[in-house]
């Protein structure tokens, strides 16, 4: 999975231990996070936002990604 969360005021997201930040939206966490995710060619990949409240929202699954 990937995980898009917000810390020390700017957006970042990670994968298996791997940072990528940062990013000034949440916008711009998730299509770099949704990038990434796709070049794993893994079926089986999710992007996750960790929102400040601690609740989270799968914004993206591989599986349901259909590149025309």
């Known amino acids: 999975h990937f995980i898009v969360y917000r810390r020390d005021g700017c957006w970042q997201h990670t994968n298996r231990g791997s940072v990528s930040a940062p990013f000034k939206t949440r916008e711009a966490a998730i299509e770099s996070a949704i990038e990434d ?17 601690t609740t989270a929202e799968t914004v993206w699954r591989s599986a349901d990604d259909s590149v025309d």
Do not use: K, L, S
């Open 37 to 53: 995710a796709r070049n794993t060619n893994d079926p089986g990949v999710e992007v996750i936002v960790q929102e400040p409240e």
